[in-house]
């Protein structure tokens, strides 16, 4: 499971290197469909391309708010 994850990770870095910084710790990238938190020490939040500025507003307040409760630590715990 750990050679899984670490590949996983890999890939999804590659996919996410050519996003684009919106604001704060937030990126913008065309290639993925859903957005995400990736990192523990300085977490990111990445976003899909297109999203209208209600949807976006709502995406965000959504992931700030796992960023707040540490979902993204408690989640690498629980996976150890």
């Not at 999203?51 to 995406?59: A, G, R, V």
């Amino acid at each position: 499971m750990l050679i899984y994850s670490a590949v996983s990770f890999l890939k999804l870095r590659i996919r996410v290197r050519e996003s684009v910084w919106d604001s704060e710790n937030i990126y913008i990238c065309d290639r993925i469909s859903t957005p995400f938190i990736l990192g523990i020490i300085k977490p990111k939040i990445y976003i899909p391309y297109g999203l209208d500025d209600q949807t976006e507003s709502y995406i965000l307040a959504h992931e700030k708010h796992h960023l707040k409760r540490l979902d993204h630590v408690i989640k690498l715990l629980s996976f150890a």
